[in-house]
């Protein structure tokens, strides 16, 4: 980058972390955590806040996600609870899955990562999100060769801790997909880019292998509870009603093309 884009983009961040800055001040973003993401990622959220932005992606969202704090984690906690089924209590926090992996006591070398994690006092799991807009849950021949040799995607692999090992379902950790869809607290019943019957009738030579996933993928589904980015943003004008639009903006993927 040239010294005057540099200096254009100074300019820029100085200019548009105002609204940032007020989400921090009125304790609704966390101040240290907001700082740690430097200025670049700061200055694009600000051109959310003023439609100016030209990209904003989901682990843009899902990162924004683990920087709220006070009244708005508190919401979006809540509601991830009353999803999962799990009682809260004090003490609960929302980390990124990355963070989850770094500072949990438990080491891991896997770079896969679940998108966020609700955490006790000692970092203990209690309930892991995967959240999707469009994306396609990720899967492939080999995606998991530990545990689930063959095709394998994010449903099956993430609850048996293949992408940490603290993130199992068998020790209790409730799992939640995170999706556009109205539902709450059901069972997940379908996501797009899992693997299908007709996947198994399209690829013949692989009818084997495939069925074998849909198998495990139709166990696991049963174990995977959904939440709906609708009911966050619910849950967020109710206790944050003065600044739940900003952050609601700031929850939501914007592509425009050039």
């Known amino acids: 980058m040239s010294e005057d884009e540099l200096a254009v983009e100074a300019a820029s961040s100085t200019i548009g972390e105002v609204g940032v800055r007020n989400l921090v001040k009125a304790g609704v973003l966390h101040a240290p955590w907001t700082e740690a993401v430097g200025v670049r990622f700061r200055s694009r959220a600000e051109a959310v806040l003023t439609t100016e932005a030209s990209q904003w992606l989901e682990s843009d969202i899902t990162l924004m996600l683990s920087l709220l704090d006070g009244p708005a984690q508190l919401a979006v906690i809540q509601a991830f609870c009353v999803a999962a089924g799990e009682p809260y209590r004090e003490g609960l926090s929302l980390v990124e899955g990355s963070d989850f992996r770094r500072w949990h006591s438990t080491a891991h070398a896997d770079r896969r990562n679940i998108d966020l994690v609700i955490i006790d006092t000692d970092w203990n799991p209690v309930i892991a999100i995967e959240a999707k807009f469009e994306a396609a849950c990720n899967g492939r021949t080999g995606y998991c ?69 849909l198998e495990r993928q139709t166990e696991a589904m049963a174990q995977w509870r959904t939440v709906s980015w609708a009911s966050l943003y619910a849950a967020l004008r109710q206790q944050v009603p003065a600044h739940a639009d900003a952050l609601i903006e700031l929850l939501h993927p914007v592509v425009k093309r050039r």
Do not use: M
Not at 173 to 187: C, H, M, N, R, Y
Not at 198 to 203: A, D, G, K, P, S
């Open 145 to 213: 060769s530990d545990k689930h040799a063959g095709w394998s995607n994010q449903l099956v692999c993430y609850l048996h801790g293949c992408a940490h090992p603290a993130l199992d379902v068998s020790e209790g950790v409730k799992f939640l997909w995170l999706s556009p869809a109205d539902e709450v607290g059901t069972v997940l019943s379908h996501v797009r880019g899992a693997v299908t019957a007709q996947n198994i009738r399209q690829y013949p030579r692989n009818a084997a292998n495939l069925r074998k996933a």
